[in-house]
Antibody, heavy 118, light 106 residues
Framework: EVQLVESGGGLVQPGGSLRLSCTAS????????MNWVRQAPGEGLECVSY????????HYADSVKGRFTISRDNAKNSLYLQMNNLRAEDTAVYYC???????????WGQGTLVTVSS | IQLTQSPSSLSASVGDRVTITCRAS??????LAWYQQKPGKAPKLLIY???TLQSGVPSRFSGSGSGTDFTLTISSLQPEDFATYYC?????????FGQGTKLEIK
């Protein structure tokens, strides 16, 4: 079964840090581009970051550039998102998703909620 | 690149034919995907490359268009199709989503 499972979400104070993880199974993670997408409560979807299969290409949304860092460990079938200097507006469900520009985003994880509040 | 979906919400009945439109602020070739999202769930990929049906998605879903204007059509609505639909452009990062179209039961 193709599956992505996120972890690491939770409540954090403004200015704090959090590291999200996403573990893949059922497909060849090491050749898959990966992404983080977020959805604020009651809002639409926002692409946060992208990483190619070999980590040679990385992109960020302007809203997180300089604060978030995407990385991956192909030996562990894992994707990460290090989030620093968190703001209230970063509060959202964070999804990891596979895929690239030619294929759309598939598969998706179930999401992990990040709440930034004092 | 901004995507504008229309309508923002839509009421329809089981068996209806429904069309949702997505317009890009500049040309994106065929780098467009469509997703379905139900409350509390992750989005589900329906269509990629504007018109290619994702494996396992029912054939009542279809996509068309290129350049700036795209459509998602559901040929005969089923009860499980009532959800929110998003388009996404993948023609250069940051990839962006439309604001969503909420499809409700009439």
């Amino acid at each position: 079964e193709v599956q992505l499972v996120e972890s690491g979400g939770g409540l954090v104070q403004p200015g704090g840090s959090l590291r999200l993880s996403c573990t893949a199974s059922g497909f060849t993670f090491s050749v898959s581009s990966m992404n983080w997408v977020r959805q604020a409560p009651g809002e639409g979807l926002e692409c946060v970051s992208y990483i190619s299969s070999t980590s040679s290409s990385i992109h960020y949304a302007d809203s997180v550039k300089g604060r978030f860092t995407i990385s991956r460990d192909n030996a562990k079938n894992s994707l990460y998102l290090q989030m620093n200097n968190l703001r209230a507006e970063d509060t959202a469900v964070y999804y990891c998703a596979g895929g690239d520009f030619w294929s759309g985003y598939y598969p998706w994880g179930q999401g992990t909620l990040v709440t930034v509040s004092s | 690149i901004q995507l504008t979906q229309s309508p923002s919400s839509l009421s329809a009945s089981v068996g209806d034919r429904v069309t949702i439109t997505c317009r890009a602020s500049q040309g994106i070739s065929s780098y467009l995907a469509w997703y379905q999202q139900k409350p509390g769930k992750a989005p589900k990929l329906l269509i990629y490359a504007a018109s290619t049906l994702q494996s396992g998605v029912p054939s009542r879903f279809s996509g068309s268009g290129s350049g700036t204007d795209f459509t998602l059509t559901i040929s005969s609505l089923q009860p499980e199709d009532f959800a929110t639909y998003y388009c996404q452009q993948l023609n250069g990062y940051p990839y962006t989503f439309g604001q969503g179209t909420k499809l409700e039961i009439k």
